[in-house]
């Protein structure tokens, strides 16, 4: 079972459209999590940080369960800038604070 | 704003040479990291490094790699031997603290094997 699962996609929208993404991991050591967003041939970049409680910034809004070990990212009107690829990311931190990416979402937003 | 460098940006090998993959991290940042990604496959943690000693390494990171702080601005990844499989984009990242600390990554050197 991978670590982190993602939907690949990829996800279509008009802009302006609200979209949802999943994500799942196993690891139940797993502390820390975040949403990473990748554009074509370049490096990932923070998205946000996601809390027990759920947070939001702008149009993102992101929200962990740890009970289902389920992380979601919701984008609000979605526009064309926002078309990436979107990682799920996990850490247990410890000694070494490795990340664990999923293989990411991608989001194509269309006019 | 402060970022993390690589250099080079591309580079194309001969299979069974060495190559090493140089990086600048933010300044005052205090954790290094290495991840790869081969086209079309998600980011993988190669090696994590902290007050010169390597904290934590994956099983890709094998004796063919090392890491090293040679100064106190450049981390250097090494590959001795390179094999085909070693074609892939080579992330470095930087961060303050540990846990719960975003990591910033470069832009990557793209290593094409031949």
């Known amino acids: 079972r991978k670590e982190v699962e993602q939907d690949p996609g990829p996800f279509n929208v008009p802009e302006g459209a609200t979209v949802a993404f999943n994500c799942t991991y196993s690891n139940s050591a797993s502390q820390s999590f975040f949403w990473y967003r990748q554009d074509c041939r370049k490096e990932p970049k923070l998205l946000m940080s996601v809390y027990s409680s759920g947070n939001e910034d702008g149009r993102f809004t992101a929200q962990l369960n740890r009970a289902s070990q389920y992380i979601s990212l919701l984008i609000r009107d979605s526009k064309l800038s926002d078309s990436a690829t979107y990682l799920c990311v996990s850490s247990t931190g410890g000694g070494g604070n490795k990340l664990t990416f999923g293989t990411g979402t991608q989001l194509k937003v269309e006019l | 704003e402060p970022e993390v460098t690589q250099t080079p940006s591309h580079q194309v090998t001969q299979m069974g040479q060495e190559v090493i993959l140089r990086c600048v991290p933010i300044?005052?940042?205090?954790?290094f990291y290495w991840y790869r990604q081969i086209l079309g496959q998600k980011v993988e943690f190669l090696v994590s490094f902290y007050n010169n000693e390597i904290s934590e390494k994956s099983e890709i990171f094998d004796d063919q790699f090392s890491v090293e702080r040679p100064d106190g601005s450049n981390f250097t990844l090494k590959i001795r031997s390179t094999k085909l499989e070693d074609s892939a984009m080579y992330f470095c990242?930087?961060?303050?603290?540990?846990?719960?600390?975003?990591?910033?990554f470069g832009p990557g050197t793209r290593l094409l094997v031949l």
């Open positions: 990242a930087s961060s303050l603290y540990q846990s719960q600390e975003t990591q910033y």
């Open positions: 300044s005052n940042h205090l954790y």
